[in-house]
Each structure stands twice: as structure tokens, then as C-alpha cells.
């Protein structure tokens, strides 16, 4: 199975300020179609998963610009430029280019 | 609106069966793979199970294969999971989600099971 490394484990951030979050695969999470298969999600305390980004770098629909995703390969990236309160939660990656899909154990954005 | 809501939870015996339910409206059910996702206490997501839109074909993690089985219903716009030979390290929150484009769009609310003696 693809191994999912998610870093760093929490993530403590001031208001206002930017929130960087890495995700690494053990494998490239190119598929053959084309396409790269990583997500990511936000898990508010209590609350069940919210996909934030799809395919690496697409924002769903409802989500703040000021969430962007990037990377390729191996090596993933989720940015917050402006951290706001309603953003605190656990922060998960997902990569489905390969069977089984598998998930990153997930990064908490703590507010400093 | 997009909704999937989870039941059929509780405490269970280790060894013992339960099933799982998802509910699903707002969008056409039948169109979707459809999926099973858990999380342990304190731990992070784990892929449980999918199942293809006409329910012809079913995939399962190796942590539960040959004890979970997935199904579904088109024409109730329904999910289910029933699982047997429960292990302590079933105990979860599991979670149905819609399956578009090798990713899980939306999620539903979630439902505990604990398994203990």
C-alpha cells in the first residue's frame, strides 16, 4: 500500500498568519491516465471529514481562496495564507492513484 | 443538497455481527460509487470498502476482507455494511462517503461502533 507521511504533527499557528502542510508518498501519485489523484481534507473538532481540494490543486466549491493546494510526484502541499479560528482541525491527505486509497494520519492546526 | 446519514451503531460483542446503514438523497444514488471509511479513537482516516454504481463490483481493505461485506439498494437510495467476526480494533467512527473522480466528495455524519466485552 502507498504510505501516506503527513508533517508537521501539530501545527501551531497565529491569527492571521500562513499554515503550511506537507504530505509525502511513498510512491509517485501519478496514475496512468494522466491525472494525480491527491486530496485533501478538514476535519473540524467533532465534525466528520470536508473535502477542501481535489486532484491536487482544485478547490471545491464553498471553499475559501485562501486554501490552496500544490505538488506533484511525491511530495504534496496544502497552504492557508490567513489562518482564521474556523479553520482549526485536523488536515488529512488522501492519495487514490493507487489501490487501496489511503489516507496520511492527519495534521492539527492548533491556534498559537 | 448532498446528505448520507449513517445508523445501525452501537456496542457489540467481539466476535459478534453488525449492519450498517447510509441514506442517501440529493443527488441521483445510483450514479455514484459509494464508499466505507472509519477512524479509530485518536487515529486517522482508514479506507474500509467501495462498491461501483450498480453494485457489481465490491473492493475491501485487507483489514476486512472476508468479514465486511458492502452492498447497496438504487431503488432506496441505500448503503450498507455488514460486518461480522467484530475484532476489538474495529471500534470506529465509520463513515459512508460518495465516490466522483477517484475522490470522496461529501461525507456523512458518521456512526460509533465499539466492540468490547
Keep these: 500500500d502507498v504510505v501516506m507521511t503527513q508533517s508537521p504533527l501539530p501545527l501551531p499557528v497565529t491569527l492571521g498568519q500562513p499554515a503550511s502542510f506537507s504530505c509525502r508518498s ?3 501519485l501519478a496514475h496512468s491516465d494522466g491525472n494525480t489523484y491527491l486530496s485533501w481534507f478538514q476535519q473540524g473538532p467533532g465534525q466528520s471529514p470536508r473535502r477542501l481540494i481535489y ?8 471553499v475559501p481562496d485562501r486554501f490552496s493546494g500544490s505538488g506533484s510526484g511525491t511530495e ?3 497552504k492557508i495564507s490567513r489562518v482564521e479560528a474556523e479553520d482549526v482541525g485536523v488536515y488529512h491527505c488522501m492519495q487514490s492513484s493507487h489501490w487501496p486509497p489511503t489516507f ?3 495534521t492539527k492546526l492548533e491556534i498559537k | 443538497e448532498v446528505q448520507l446519514m449513517e445508523s445501525g451503531g452501537g456496542l457489540v460483542q467481539p466476535g459478534g455481527s453488525l449492519r450498517l446503514s447510509c441514506a442517501a438523497s440529493g443527488f441521483t444514488f445510483s450514479q455514484n460509487w459509494m464508499n466505507w471509511v472509519r477512524q479509530a479513537p485518536g487515529m486517522g482516516l482508514e479506507w474500509v470498502a467501495n462498491i461501483n454504481p450498480d453494485g457489481s463490483a465490491e473492493f475491501y481493505a485487507d483489514s476486512v476482507k472476508g468479514r465486511f461485506t458492502i452492498s447497496r439498494d438504487n431503488a432506496k437510495n441505500s448503503l450498507s455494511l455488514q460486518m461480522s467476526s467484530l475484532r476489538d480494533e474495529d471500534t470506529a467512527v465509520y463513515y459512508c462517503a460518495r465516490g466522483v473522480a477517484y475522490s470522496l466528495d461529501y461525507w456523512g455524519q458518521g456512526i460509533l461502533v465499539i466492540v468490547s466485552s
Design chain 1, 55 to 62: 486532484q491536487v490543486s482544485n478547490r471545491d466549491s464553498g
Design chain 1, 76 to 78: 504534496f502541499t496544502l
Design chain 1, 104 to 106: 496520511g494520519q492527519g
Design chain 1, 26 to 28: 511513498s510512491r509517485n
